[in-house]
């Protein structure tokens, strides 16, 4: 698959359900622990770390990078902005 130029070579092109879970997980820890949001939150009415977690991940605002492994041992990294986010 492509998107803007770059092959996805392992696994689908959208985001896992437990790739969301683990970057809304790591970001809500982040945001909990005093680092800024990357969203307006006063304006979207948001106040919880996850959910302000899963607004910056449904925007593609969060610059990550996804590792994915092949059982033989190879991997991709694969940036956050490139996946569909469903």
């Known amino acids: 698959m492509h998107s803007e130029g770059?092959?996805?070579r392992i696994g689908p092109p959208w985001l896992?359900?437990?790739?969301?879970a683990r970057i809304i997980g790591a970001?809500?820890?982040?945001?909990?622990?005093?680092?800024?949001p990357l969203v307006p939150v006063k304006e979207l009415g948001l106040?919880?770390?996850?959910?302000?977690?899963?607004a910056e991940l449904k925007l593609?605002?969060?610059?990550m990078v996804i590792r994915r492994w092949t059982l033989s041992g190879d991997y991709q990294d694969i940036p956050l902005r490139v996946l569909e986010i469903r």
């Open 60 to 63: 593609k605002l969060l610059p």
């Open 27 to 36: 970001r809500a820890l982040q945001l909990a622990l005093g680092a800024p």
């Open 47 to 54: 106040r919880d770390p996850v959910e302000i977690a899963a």
């Open 6 to 8: 770059f092959v996805i």
């Open 16 to 20: 896992t359900k437990y790739e969301k």
